[in-house]
């Protein structure tokens, strides 16, 4: 029974954004690829260099570094079918300069180029589109331009843009109580919180996800989304369904942004309720078939076959990029409006900054959020969606440009690698602007 | 414990082909579809209308029907990628004739029309190839032009094919004992079979596959192959490759057929080792790549990633039939040779009728089996894979034809559809003859 529900939490460590114990001195970047620690080689693999779901440490660095892009041999997936007609085209025009751009990193004073920044931030892969080109695009560790690499929580700014759709669309009422669209979470402390609330992250849940604290709802809400059997005996939520249930409040609702994954999951509840499809199918019939992604793309599931609308989608960085392109592009693709202008510009217009501010996020001021994404204000218009190890799909109209970028970070929390990207992402804006 | 050993029984069920005592007057056809029965329909699904892979039953009429077309929801799985270029075409040229092809059940002496045999072999979908246009596509239950299904032990024919290809390439020797190519398999049973006994199925091994019987072997290979975490204490193989290890000879080699899905797992293994990649990656890059299949395909895994290579191939009907072409076609497609047109000669001039006499298949008499292909010997050239639940492809040169199917018979064993399946393929052959 132990193990069972060891299993239970090892395989959802990925849910949400908060900083983990990590190793002092992990392993430097080329020290701890796959290849390297020699991973899940031969037929069988060397049992000590075997990974399992039942692996308590599999989610962990450097086994981390080889899961990240094989969630699908390890639990069961939703796909995201992409459209019969083949690959976009996407056209290389690499600028060789790029590797040699410096910045200065948030936490220091010394330079260091985006060539060095990719080591620091344990790259996985990373790719720069200006005007639509790409201008960088670089691979390593388990990831290459056709496999797939989770985006832990980049899936909820996904859950979130699709639920601005059906609001820009007249077909979710953003004011609305989530009970009106939901009626299974009338008593939640979702029931009378409004849809924008839930997209904005304003709700005021009595819910932690403090990984260090054995008490806190987040384990109880791994334990209903892992899709393994419960062990017997086993009385809690067996579903992301039946989980947010059972969410209570904690004082008012709208008064501050709180960063909680469950908020990501009611908003896919709300997207399915709205469309009568998965956020799945929905996003394949939206956004994956419409954008010529190359391959197919997925969402982790819990028992009963719900995406995991918080964490659990996969894809290959250059769909990625397609996405993002879709989005820098205001929802355009090919000259066709794939989704609404509106949705898009509801999200760069930003959240409350003064919400934003009470989460206290030090290398974030003055940002927002909306529709789940991370609004900059930074004068280029950037914004952004952050995953727990360093993924990233982040657009600067100003600058024309998208940046998306896979990584497996041995610290979970974006604290970690903020100081070496973003200062980096702003340098590369410049460097491409002043091309012109 | 109980429940989790009953949840790595329920979950490989399908891995053989024998018959399952099953309900005496199951639910007809069109009264036991998944949208008939409501299975996981909304958000939530009704309790008493969810699947779980937990589910004692979740692979059992009538749960079955919805089951096929959600293996990947279920449980973990390996993408079998298919091309960047789209969907090739397939020339809809349809014939409304064929719904009234009149054909003798081998079991009954009244006749029985295509149209009527579509819905007595519970056919969730059926295509017909003729000269390479469809001629026949008709879908029903679960599945649609769109949606993958569980091809069961059809899979064996396409391991088989993998084989034979090395085989035709000079890359496996076929009289070479297996231990030469997998070391790890000298103390097995297979150590000392030849890759072409193994390949045939004429390996003398201490197996049953018998379901009924509780100590069957096939029970510890069942759990062996689960992707679910072992209980504590389970100290049995933990893999398909550890598995096979520990099979047993009986008698000598060469001798009998004796349909075993381990003999499939190991030609799997053998492919593998080989090749240095996966079955799923071999089949993607030899085969699903190249016809213009029109979504990845999928393999069901252990719990280390390996594809169940005796029956855990998942894919659309058409992508079945592209692959039927190909195996028509000599493996030539689109002018080019995809993989040698020997390999598919060996297969096709057929195995030991002596041999397979021995296993007392009543209604496939002066059959034979090579390369994991069921070879009729019926003066059109018939041959076809074969799945649990009626799954087919089945390829007839005379013909030009070819015809897959993809079912969820509630009977476990090609003996419920044969008699309303192998002369109804000769009438629809000899119609399209026919029609010259």
Request: glycine share 10%; proline share 6%; net charge negative.
């Amino acid at each position: 029974m132990k193990t069972t529900i060891s299993v239970f939490l090892s395989a959802w460590l990925f849910l949400g954004g908060s900083a983990m114990a990590a190793d002092k001195s992990p392993l430097p970047a080329d020290e701890s690829t796959p290849d390297a620690l020699g991973w899940m080689q031969g037929f069988p693999p060397p049992a000590d260099k075997t990974i399992r779901f039942s692996d308590p440490d599999y989610f962990a660095f450097p086994k981390l570094r080889w899961t990240v892009c094989h969630f699908r041999e390890l639990m069961p997936t939703a796909a995201v079918r992409n459209g019969n007609d083949g690959a976009s085209e996407l056209i290389v025009d690499l600028d060789a300069g790029l590797d040699a751009v410096e910045f200065t990193p948030l936490d220091g004073d010394a330079p260091m180029t985006w060539r060095e920044a990719f080591d620091a931030n344990y790259t996985d892969g990373i790719l720069v589109l200006h005007k639509g080109r790409i201008v960088y695009e670089r691979y390593d560790g388990c990831l290459n331009k056709q496999t797939l690499h989770g985006a832990m929580s980049v899936t909820k700014s996904l859950t979130g843009l699709m639920a601005e759709v059906l609001v820009a669309e007249g077909k979710l009422d953003e004011s609305a109580p989530v009970s009106d669209v939901i009626p299974e979470l009338e008593q939640s402390a979702f029931g009378d919180a409004t849809v924008r609330q839930v997209l904005d992250m304003t709700t005021a849940l009595d819910y932690s996800e403090d990984y260090s604290d054995p008490k806190a709802e987040v384990w109880t809400y791994a334990a209903a989304g892992s899709p393994l059997p419960k062990p017997a005996g086993f009385e809690g939520p067996r579903s992301y369904f039946e989980y947010l249930q059972t969410v209570k409040k904690k004082s008012e609702h709208g008064e501050a942004f709180g960063y909680k994954t469950v908020n990501a999951d009611a908003a896919g509840w709300l997207v399915a309720k709205t469309t009568g499809t998965s956020v799945a199918d929905y996003l394949s019939s939206r956004i994956w078939t419409k954008i010529g992604a190359s391959r197919e793309a997925f969402y982790t599931v819990d028992s009963i076959g719900t995406p995991f609308a918080g964490g659990g989608f996969n894809a290959t960085l250059r769909d990625l990029a397609r996405f993002g392109q879709l989005v820098l592009n205001e929802g355009q693709w090919n000259g066709e409006q794939v989704i609404p202008a509106k949705a898009i510009d509801r999200i760069r217009e930003g959240g409350s900054k003064e919400a934003f501010a009470k989460a206290g996020y030090g290398l974030l001021e003055g940002w927002s959020y909306r529709g789940m994404w991370w609004v900059s204000h930074d004068g280029h218009g950037s914004f952004s969606a952050r995953g727990v190890h360093g993924q990233t799909v982040w657009i600067n109209p100003a600058a024309s440009m998208v940046i998306v970028r896979f990584a497996s970070n041995p610290v979970a929390g974006n604290a970690a690698n903020d100081p070496t990207s973003l200062p980096a992402y702003r340098a590369v804006a410049d460097y491409l602007m002043s091309r012109e």
